[in-house]
């Protein structure tokens, strides 16, 4: 069975352990947590219309949901380790690119990561994003296009490294 790019969550060594970690958290410490408020919550006694037992099976129910998505996360992890040669813009890479828009130029540094890697204000675009799809793939002297909220920009890549 192929695993399809899509399928695949990209994640540096750094990224799987703070998964892992956070996982642990959740399974471990939170859970007892929200176990003592159910049951703290229940020995109120009626549960139609009490408040702290309602807000912990919502609370229980959101970290059931993170757990799932964070082993899910795990098990289509893809760590990205050898990025390849810097002929293309691949996961991994660290990309200037030069921004031209209508009135301005400047250039920009960014690193290609995944989803949950992703921290743009710090230079970490998501491959899934429009900005990081619009990359990938892209060699050097390059010129794409990037559909954003404010219009299309045109991006010139500089250094692939």
Same mark, same amino acid.
């Given at each position: ?44 006694? @009626?549960?139609? %219309? ?8 919502? =609370?229980?129910?959101?970290?059931? /949901? *993170? $757990? ?35 009135? @301005?130029?400047? %250039? ?8 949950? =890697?992703?921290?743009?204000?710090? /230079? *970490? $675009? ?36």
């Amino acid at each position: 069975m192929t695993q399809d790019f899509n399928d695949v969550v990209y994640l540096t060594e750094e990224g799987l352990q703070k998964i892992k970690d956070e996982l642990a958290y959740l399974k471990g410490e939170k859970l007892e947590e929200l176990a003592l408020k159910l049951q703290t919550a229940i020995a109120q006694g @009626d549960l139609k %219309e009490n408040a702290d037992y309602h807000a912990a099976k919502e =609370e229980q129910g959101f970290v059931d /949901g *993170r $757990i799932k998505d964070l082993e899910d996360s795990l098990r289509r992890a893809k760590i990205i380790q050898d990025v390849g040669p810097a002929d293309k813009v691949r996961v991994g890479h660290t990309v200037t690119v030069l921004e031209m828009d209508e009135d @301005d130029e400047y %250039e920009a540094t960014y690193t290609i990561v995944g989803a949950h =890697e992703a921290d743009p204000s710090n /230079g *970490r $675009i998501s491959n899934e994003s429009p900005f990081g799809r619009a990359i990938l793939g892209a060699k050097k002297g390059q010129t794409v296009s990037v559909q954003t909220p404010g219009g299309t920009l045109q991006l010139r890549i500089q250094n692939i490294a």
